[in-house]
């Protein structure tokens, strides 16, 4: 079964999340434009399209992928979780491993949004 809220970031600085109460790791969730449902397939599709990423699972709600780094192969984990009720979409990005991302996990999360932003899916 699908979680319905993301897991806290560590206190290392290799993890963003939509659901951070502190600033280092906190990102804005995204906010689906039009039909939550519809929309949400959009936004599957730009995910498994993304550079190095593999989706592990996803369903209506929850999507869960594996995104590796081309050069070190490290993998780190890319979740987001949907609020149909009101298109919300919660994000985190966090390293498996090290301790330093070299704002990595970051720029993956900006990178989405910006993409989902420039197809129309997602509130500016």
Not at 28 to 33: A, I, M, S, T
Not at 91 to 118: C, H, I, M, P, T
Request: overall charge neutral; some cysteine; aromatic content about 8%.
């Amino acid at each position: 079964m699908a979680p319905t809220g993301l897991k806290d970031c560590p206190g290392s600085p290799n993890c963003v999340s939509s659901e951070a109460a502190d600033p280092k790791h906190r990102v804005e969730p995204f906010r689906l434009k039009g039909d939550p449902a519809e929309t949400w397939a959009a936004v599957l599709r730009i995910v498994t399209a993304m550079s190095g990423t593999v989706i592990i699972s996803a369903d209506d709600h929850y999507i869960r992928a594996e995104c590796q780094s081309r050069i070190f192969r490290f993998v780190d984990d890319l979740e987001l979780v949907l609020t149909h009720e009101t298109g919300s979409v919660s994000v985190r990005s966090a390293s498996r491993s090290g301790y330093y991302d070299f704002g990595v996990n970051r720029k993956r999360v900006e990178f989405l949004r910006q993409r989902l932003r420039a197809d129309g899916l997602i509130e500016p």
